[in-house]
């Protein structure tokens, strides 16, 4: 499983970003999708997830009301919207995925998940 996020960069306080991940190279499609951002020195956080089995959706009560995660099944590509960004919101950005649905998971646990994006870096000044 392979999975590649775009769409990170700069922008300005209480401007948007939209992020993709876009997920190939597998035999079975993984069944649970997160997004998760980490700034240097502190743990990854998870921010939410997309569970394309159930088709639920799960957000992290920092980015709830102004993160929006979507999911393009033809394209294989899972989005984050991101709205009325802030400084606080400076990091890393990074797709994962489990095979299990994500009821079934920790979804919170970096450890949980088998697979790994790059990351794109989002900067908000």
């Known amino acids: 499983v392979q999975l590649v996020e775009s769409g990170g960069g700069s922008v300005q306080a209480g401007g948007s970003l939209r992020l993709s991940c876009t997920v190939s190279k597998f035999t079975y499609e993984p069944n649970c999708m997160a997004w998760f951002r980490q700034i240097p020195g502190n743990a990854r956080e998870g921010l939410a997830t997309?569970?394309?089995?159930?088709?639920?959706?799960r957000y992290a009560d920092s980015v709830k009301g102004r993160f929006t995660i979507s999911r393009d099944a033809a394209e294989k590509t899972v989005f984050l919207q991101m709205n009325n960004l802030s400084p606080d919101d400076t990091a890393m950005y990074y797709c994962a995925a489990n095979r299990a649905l994500c009821s079934w998971i920790d979804w919170n646990r970096v450890t949980t998940y088998n697979y790994w994006g790059q990351g794109t870096q989002v900067t908000v000044s």
């Open positions: 997309f569970d394309i089995g159930e088709r639920t959706i």
